[in-house]
């Protein structure tokens, strides 16, 4: 009985490995095709498709090297992206932050009411406000800026609802402590408790990090001049009928995956963290 | 005077929130009040609006054109909830089981499709399912002798390659939500079990399955609001908002057509307030059909 018991173990756990080594092979797949496809020319892309041919006659570092060294935006898109990313992160986790310890540390009248304000943006999709939000960023000129992208979601609801469970959990006996030391009520947050919401602001910045480098609908609605185009849409241009960009794009698109991988594997339990946040946890 | 106001314990909880009550007004409120008022107007950007009360409305319900919109969409989530919620949670029993290995490996590298964008995923997908002969879908098809397809022609086939992209794309994010849902069973659950002699399917289902879900109502909430939403990787795979017959055509992509594209505010704006309706509905049934299961299990 133990003997078979062990021995069906066994096979249990090749076939699992087994079927997860597939699994792994398909989802590396696209990874690998784009790798590749980045050391070929673009007119081959065009002609034969993305494949996984190894080639060596056709493929070179030519696109790598038009990529560090030709005439177009492809950096310009980057540290576009990379600026909002930053702007956007540090100034929506500031506020939403400031938000979840109101909800958090007091009780207040209409909090409730407020908090279920909080769910229901949580709840309705945010794609249905494309058009009003359009023409409200129209009516206040703000076509065109960073700003029309930060500040509708300066006051994030997902975060702000993520901060305020984080909280729940510190003691209350910290902020009375405050103040019977004579803190003000800000004091105490920006010196006592920000300081042990540093794990939160982790999950919360790579998160909120991820979507905004990421965000394509929105900018692409918003920002008309080349100059101020995010990485997505900078990409999603050299996507034509035509594929005359075609060296650029997959080049690009390989590239731009490579900061997100190298912080993934430095950050890597704050990223499943972040990206579960909204996990029910027991 | 003011300063002792600002700083006193009676009003500081409200200038902590006031930043949340004023883009909840402006950026959320207004929009929306601004988008049931349109929906009733003929409308353009920069030009006076025009009273027309539901003509919008009647006129959408007899729009093919957005009743296809409907229908791919609504296709569309339905294949996400099938394919996004019995799979992940099959492989994150299975990553849990005391007989695998490689766990951490495995979570990690599922999870990294998750990390690209639409606009790079959707490039990928789009080449991979290319109409030629040599692109990566129809090599591979190739290999059974398969004739070359056009993916990005046929209705069927780029649902599928839709799905597929979604698959790829979220199956690590899910199997991660069902793994931080397991952690939370307690293992003498299945001690009791073994003990009553109950074979690894009826535990399976007798236990993990129900206490699972909270995991399947979240899941399932976001799929829907993410199924019946999606736009921007239709964009992607099609290279622009118009596919052949619109078959890729989403209810955001019609309302962007009309509302971005076309300039016809109003029109859009009836678009977005039935997605708003559909998506209430259906969230709203799902969440009372899962609360009334759970009585009849008390």
Not at chain 1, 218 to 244: A, E, H, R
Not at chain 2, 131 to 148: C, D
């Amino acid at each position: 009985m133990g003997a078979s018991q062990s021995k069906n173990n066994l096979i249990a756990r090749i076939v699992m490995i087994c079927f997860f080594i597939v699994l792994f092979v398909i989802i590396m797949i696209p990874f690998y095709a784009v790798a590749l496809s980045s050391f070929k020319p673009g007119e081959s892309l065009i002609r034969y498709g993305l494949n996984l041919s190894l080639d060596f006659k056709i493929m070179s570092f030519d696109n790598f090297i038009y990529l560090f060294t030709g005439s177009h935006d492809y950096f310009t898109w980057f540290w576009n992206s990379m600026f909002l990313t930053i702007a956007q992160v540090v100034l929506t986790l500031f506020v939403s932050a400031f938000v979840a310890y109101g909800f958090a540390a007091y009780d207040f009248k209409g909090k409730n009411f407020l908090f279920i304000c909080v769910l229901l943006i949580m709840m309705v999709p945010f794609e249905i406000l494309l058009v009003p939000l359009y023409s409200l960023i129209n009516d206040l000129h703000l076509v065109n800026s960073y700003s029309a992208i930060i500040l509708p979601g300066i006051a994030n609801a997902g975060t702000i609802f993520f901060f305020r469970q984080y909280l729940r959990s510190i003691p209350k006996e910290i902020i009375q402590s405050g103040r019977v030391d004579g803190a003000n009520e800000y004091a105490i947050y920006f010196r006592l408790i920000m300081p042990i919401m540093k794990p939160s602001f982790a999950a919360m910045a790579i998160l909120n990090g991820m979507n905004s480098w990421n965000n394509l609908l929105w900018p692409f609605m918003v920002l008309g001049d080349q100059s101020k185009f995010t990485l997505p849409i900078g990409l999603k241009t050299l996507l034509t009928p035509y594929g005359n960009n075609y060296d650029l794009l997959i080049v690009g698109s390989f590239f731009s995956i490579i900061p997100i991988f190298i912080l993934f594997i430095a950050f890597q339990r704050y990223f499943i963290d972040g990206m579960t946040a909204g996990a029910v946890k027991g | 005077m003011i300063k002792k106001f600002v700083y006193s314990q009676k009003v500081a909880p409200y200038v902590f929130v006031l930043p949340f009550i004023l883009i909840f007004l402006i950026f959320w409120s207004y929009p929306l009040a601004n988008s049931f008022v349109m929906s009733f107007q003929d409308r353009m950007l920069g030009q006076d609006p025009k009273w027309v009360g539901e003509a919008n409305y009647s006129k959408l319900f007899t729009d093919k054109v957005f009743l296809t919109a409907i229908k791919n969409s609504v296709v569309y989530m339905l294949g996400t909830l099938v394919l996004l919620i019995p799979f992940p949670m099959l492989f994150a029993v299975m990553i849990n089981s005391k007989l695998m290995m490689g766990r951490e490996f495995f979570k990690s590298s599922f999870f990294l499709p998750a990390l690209t964008s639409v606009a790079v995923a959707g490039t990928i997908f789009r080449l991979t399912f290319g109409e030629m002969e040599g692109s990566l879908m129809n090599s591979f098809l190739g290999l059974f002798g398969v004739e070359p397809i056009k993916f990005l022609k046929n209705g069927e086939w780029s649902m599928a390659a839709l799905l597929i992209l979604a698959c790829w794309r979220w199956t690590g994010v899910n199997m991660l939500y069902y793994l931080s849902g397991l952690k939370s069973i307690d293992n003498e659950y299945y001690e009791a079990a073994s003990i009553d002699g109950a074979s690894a399917w009826q535990k399976f289902k007798n236990i993990t399955m129900p206490l699972l879900k909270p995991t399947t109502i979240y899941v399932t909430t976001i799929s829907v609001y993410a199924g019946l939403a999606m736009f921007t990787e239709s964009l992607m795979m099609f290279n622009g908002n118009n596919s052949p017959k619109n078959i890729g055509l989403t209810i955001v992509g019609y309302l962007y057509r009309q509302g971005i594209e076309k300039n016809k505010l109003g029109y859009a704006a009836a678009v977005g307030i039935v997605l708003l309706v559909i998506a209430m509905v259906i969230n709203l049934t799902q969440l009372k059909f899962s609360g009334m299961f759970k009585k009849e299990e008390d």
